[in-house]
């Protein structure tokens, strides 16, 4: 069964993507959305058929996005930056828990008795867990945001926005002191052969990693490019 | 059918002369625009709404949120005093290229 809301909330997350359509703007869209539908349903369009004629009349996503952007491009560049800002933080943020892993997991295998190389590899390995299960949570937190928002409409930011904001800048601080304690406790008793083995291996893995973050970077861009030709091409 | 370069290029004095009938809104615009063409002018409905913004941008209308009596809030724009200024310049400009291409082409006298 055709749900009209439900609908009109999908076309306004595809427009939202790429930040360049504001709140207010999504708002004013919708409105003549509505106003079109309606009327088109009082000529006896079904309510799908009068919503689909009135979406492509409006025009498309890839269509809008750049006269949108050329209003007032300073808005989008400063909505960008910000991302960026978000994506810094949050990886911050996972470094953080990271080195909890790998200092904690290095200071437990020092006490059930492993000895160097051991000690490095569980620390490196613990680490990269760490990674993967903290980015598969903000994934799924993500993706269960996005849909309950898609299908309940609730509007953004509806917890308190400076008690959010209070508890996100609290827990970073904790997370990054936290970080800090555990890679100063976790040579506590060790042996100095040890320490120099533990951080051999973890050093060898960072410069691993500090090569294949770039590349994997790289790859990332070229496909969002690719991706945002194939959009353009499309949309002629 | 106009060109999309003629309908882009006339968008803001036809805007702009709209809104010196009065306050009005997106949907409103559009129907008035094909109604005055007799449905020949075609907009991609959506693009007018960058105009517009572009438009408040340079202080030439401006705009406020009103709810109509079924609850549907519409966004409102009415001319400001520099948008008159622009409209009474844009139209004289107008007016000047149509009375050209009407002098251009009107039949030429007969000389025999």
Redesign the interface.
């Known amino acids: 069964m055709f749900d009209l809301n439900e609908a009109i909330a999908a076309w306004r997350s595809e427009l939202s993507a790429g930040s360049v359509c504001g709140r ?2 999504l ?3 919708e ?2 959305l ?3 539908t309606d009327a088109l349903q009082s000529r006896g369009l079904s309510g799908q058929e009068a919503f689909w004629i009135a979406a492509h ?3 498309s996503a890839a ?2 996005a750049p ?2 952007a ?3 491009p300073l808005r989008l560049w400063l909505s960008r930056l910000c991302w960026v800002a978000g994506g810094i933080l949050a990886w911050h943020v996972l470094s953080a828990v990271a080195n909890i892993a790998a200092s904690g997991c290095a200071y437990l295998g020092h006490v059930v008795g492993l000895t160097g190389y051991w000690l490095g590899g569980l620390a490196v390995g613990a680490q990269f867990l760490a990674l993967g299960s903290a980015a598969a949570c903000a994934g799924a937190v993500w993706w269960l945001v996005t849909c309950r928002r898609i299908a309940a409409r609730a509007p953004r930011g509806s917890i308190g926005t400076w008690p959010a904001a209070l508890a996100g800048a609290g827990a970073i601080l904790l997370l990054t002191l936290g970080s800090v304690v555990a890679s100063a406790l976790q040579f506590r008793g060790m042996a100095l052969a040890d320490i120099g083995q533990v951080a051999v291996v973890r050093s060898i893995a960072g410069l691993a990693w500090s090569v294949l973050l770039p590349m994997l970077l790289v790859g990332l861009i070229l496909w969002l490019r690719r991706r945002s030709w194939k959009d353009a091409a499309a949309a002629q | 059918m106009p060109s999309k370069e003629l309908v882009a290029a006339s968008a803001r004095p036809v805007i702009l002369a709209i809104l010196a009938r009065g306050e009005s809104y997106g949907y409103a615009i559009i129907q008035e625009v094909r109604h005055l063409s007799g449905g020949e002018w075609e907009w991609t409905e959506g693009m007018l709404y960058p105009v517009l913004h572009r438009l408040q941008r340079e202080g030439l209308i401006q705009s406020r949120w009103v709810a109509s009596p079924q609850g549907r809030r519409r966004r409102y724009y009415r001319l400001r005093q520099d948008g008159s200024r622009a409209l009474k310049e844009e139209s004289r400009q107008w007016m000047l290229a149509n009375s050209m291409l009407a002098r251009l082409l009107e039949p030429k006298p007969c000389s025999t």
């Open positions: 207010s703007d708002d004013e869209l409105a003549h509505r106003d079109e009349r409006l025009g269509a809008l006269e949108y050329k209003v007032d």
